[in-house]
């Protein structure tokens, strides 16, 4: 029987613009003998830039030139503002790499755009793409499809003349400030000290402390265990919402040190999967340290913490929320769970009957599921909140139909579950 493993990380497919002649590309490249394909940016040979006149507002002005980042953590983007009216037309480059998590190919695009109060605009027809200046040289993006999937993407101002021919391009800014987080219990392999988990934190609007919240990632596979999560959407929400947030990525993951320990199960005689507590235990153990550090912060108030979590994120908010009730402002989980499949996922539900019997009433729940998840049933997930409010633990629970691709991406979804997201955390108290 294979075994089916929790996939909620691996990032959606987005088509983006493509279709070009290859003759007149050349690609900003990074500065090794052998790039990484996928921060290989193809640009036009020439660029059309096209000086500011002097009746153009410092509003639009300011989008003018060239920006480079990410879409989500993965997909390497190149803007170029080539001209800019005082009208608000301007007339740009939208350039992408390659990404297998995203499932595009590398191309560029010369497209229209308008700039107005509200930022840059283009438009690909299934895709509306905004871009709002966040610092004098910075730019959140926005990329929303028609099916209301949305991503985010950070970008920098850079020199647009320097991407005319093929340029080193070493670092791509990435949302939140990464910082690193002795564990409290597990050591490292020479046994001098703890092992480090590295993890993205977000500054809190304001000057004064904010609740924290920790937003834990999914799982994954193979060399996606080496790729680091921002958790930007989830970020921005939170903050807009007048918390400080801190994103970990548990050991083995990411820039993490430790060996992954979330696939260390114990089986039968025949390789059945039977019990998983010491993978849940060994995750439980990180977030403790992820919280401890963050309530360290100047900037955090001290006292019970929001957790946010994606899958087995979400899993892990709950258990935790469970064990240590005293701790917890409130859970929001994404479509969680510990493992997916017909054949596994019913190990999940003596853990969820177990932190609804810990946390009881005390902490108030949000569980977002949606239909056509391709690891939990709509059966297992109401199997699963039954267990959990039948041990005496209450989830206000919503299950989302007509998502337009797998419900696991719910989170990408925000126009779905922000109401009641909103709506949750206005309830709670702080």
Do not use: C
């Not at 410092?58 to 080539?82: K, M, N, P, Q, Y």
């Not at 987080?181 to 934190?201: Q, S």
């Not at 479509?335 to 539900?349: D, H, I, K, R």
């Not at 059966?379 to 007509?402: C, I, L, Q, S, W």
């Amino acid at each position: 029987m294979p075994i089916h493993l929790d996939l909620a990380m691996l990032r959606p497919r987005f088509v983006l613009a493509v279709m070009v002649a290859m003759s007149s590309q050349v690609s900003a490249q990074v500065g090794t003998s052998r790039p990484d394909p996928e921060s290989l940016v193809p640009l036009p040979k020439q660029f059309e830039m096209k000086p500011l006149a002097a009746n153009v507002p410092a509003s639009i002005a300011r989008f003018h030139g060239a920006w480079v980042g990410t879409w989500g953590d993965d997909l390497r983007h190149v803007l170029v503002v080539e001209s800019v009216g005082p009208d608000g037309k301007a007339a740009v480059i939208y350039a992408n790499a390659d990404s297998s998590a995203y499932a595009v190919w590398a191309a560029w695009q010369r497209i229209d755009a308008t700039i107005g109060d509200s930022g840059l605009r283009l438009s690909f027809g299934f895709a509306e793409v905004s871009y709002e200046m966040d610092e004098p040289d910075r730019i959140v993006g926005t990329y929303a499809l028609k099916s209301g999937q949305v991503t985010l993407g950070l970008f920098t101002r850079f020199d647009a003349s320097q991407l005319t021919s093929p340029h080193v391009l070493s670092k791509w800014d990435v949302p939140g400030e990464r910082v690193y987080i002795a564990h409290a219990k597990a050591a490292d392999d020479r046994g001098t000290g703890p092992i480090k988990l590295e993890a993205r934190l977000y500054r809190p609007k304001g000057n004064s402390p904010a609740p924290l919240a920790i937003v834990n990632h999914g799982s994954a596979i193979g060399r996606n265990l080496l790729d680091s999560y921002s958790h930007f959407g989830e970020a921005r929400w939170l903050l807009d919402k007048g918390f400080a947030v801190l994103v970990p990525m548990r050991r083995g993951r990411g820039l993490s040190e430790g060996v992954y320990g979330e696939a260390t199960y114990v089986t039968s005689r025949t390789g059945q999967i039977i019990d998983v507590s010491q993978s849940i235990n060994e995750a439980v153990e990180d977030l403790e340290s992820a919280i401890s550090f963050g309530r360290t912060l100047p900037f955090v108030k001290q006292g019970p913490i929001l957790l946010v979590g994606q899958s087995r994120g979400g899993f892990l908010s709950t258990i935790y929320a469970g064990r240590k009730p005293e701790d917890v402002l409130g859970v929001v989980n994404f479509v969680g769970g510990w493992m997916g499949g017909p054949a596994l996922q019913g190990l999940n539900t003596p853990y969820f009957a177990e932190a609804g019997k810990g946390a009881g009433a005390r902490v108030p729940q949000l569980w977002l599921y949606a239909e056509r998840d391709s690891l939990y049933s709509e059966a297992h997930v109401r199997a699963n909140h039954a267990a959990f409010e039948g041990a005496g633990g209450f989830a206000r629970f919503e299950f989302y139909r007509g998502i337009q691709t797998d419900g696991h991406r719910l989170r990408n979804f925000p126009g779905r579950w922000r109401p009641a997201a909103d709506e949750f955390l206005k309830g709670l108290k702080r």
